[in-house]
């Protein structure tokens, strides 16, 4: 079977990790390539149903854990979608707490899947706002243990993108790139809007071709990590919301 290329696009919560995943899905299966992701303990019911109906689209989960402590979860889910689609382009999402993605899923893969995938550099997306107050040591209003999570997500980057740059001027964007250059020397930057599309085709140009897939490994301090997570907690349920009619005229 033919070897299927591996995106992982992971960042910190509400970073716009899903709404990239979706709008990229889409151009590929456009091009006609066969699509699967991976998307880590969010519900199913978060896929939206239009793209589930096509056709070469497949999606797996991998519940309970980051992919980070979960490495067999993470490989029976490509298992799974290459079986079922023989896809062409994976693309996973980590949950918004999740990294040491470098060492923990790209080194294996590298090392003893690469016949199965060729894995991409880790993008990692990153809302500018946020970004912005991470670099100018406010913590981005998170708790220092979840900052230290930030950190690490973009110190282990073989990509930036910083998102949603339609809610910046150019003068704020040309700012913020100029910050996270000097402050991640090593990743590369692209500005882009996961919602609008404005500088995908760069970033998808690039992931599609390179292989400098993990090429920083950080030292990370599992206390602290574990604690960051913590911190975070998400919620996952489903609220229902009820109403009783009443008269406010009388
Ligand atoms: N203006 C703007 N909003 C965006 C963009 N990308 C994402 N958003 C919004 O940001 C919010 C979070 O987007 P998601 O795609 O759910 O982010 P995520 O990183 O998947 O979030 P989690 O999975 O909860 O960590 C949503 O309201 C999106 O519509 C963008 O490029 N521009
Ligand atoms: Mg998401």
Redesign the pocket.
């Known amino acids: 079977m033919k070897t299927t290329r591996l995106i992982l696009a992971g960042?910190?919560?509400?970073?716009?990790?899903?709404?990239?995943?979706?709008n990229i899905a889409q151009k590929l299966m456009r091009k006609g390539l066969r699509v699967g992701l991976i998307t880590n303990d969010?519900a199913p019911e978060l896929v939206d149903s239009a793209l589930l109906s096509m056709n070469d689209l497949q999606v797996a989960e991998v519940s309970g854990s980051c992919f980070c402590c979960n490495f067999n979860g993470f490989t029976d889910a490509i298992k799974k979608i290459r079986s079922e689609v023989a896809a062409d382009i994976i693309i996973a999402?980590p949950?918004?707490?999740c990294t040491d993605l470098s060492a923990t899923i790209i080194q294996p893969l590298k090392q003893y899947w690469n016949r199965e995938v060729t894995v991409s550099p880790l993008s990692v997306?990153a809302?500018p706002f946020r970004l912005n107050s991470v670099l100018e040591g406010k913590n981005g209003g998170l708790h220092p243990d979840a900052a230290y999570i930030y950190h690490k997500q973009l110190e282990e980057s073989d990509i930036i993108l910083i998102?949603?740059?339609?809610?910046l001027s150019d003068e704020e964007l040309g700012k913020l790139i100029r910050h996270t250059a000097e402050a991640y020397p090593s990743a590369k930057i692209y500005p882009?809007?996961?919602?609008?599309g404005?500088g995908l085709d760069e970033w998808l140009q690039e992931v599609t071709t390179s292989k400098n897939s993990g090429k920083r490994l950080i030292d990370v301090d599992y206390d602290i990590y574990a604690n960051g997570e913590a911190v975070l907690g998400?919620l996952n349920g489903t609220i229902i919301l009820d109403y009783h009619r009443f008269d406010l005229t009388g």
């Not at 882009?192 to 609008?196: H, T, Y």
Request: aromatic share 10%.
């Open positions: 960042g910190f919560l509400g970073a716009g990790k899903t709404t990239l995943l979706w969010q999402e949950v918004g707490s997306l809302d998102n949603k740059t339609d809610l882009v809007s996961a919602l609008s404005k998400w």
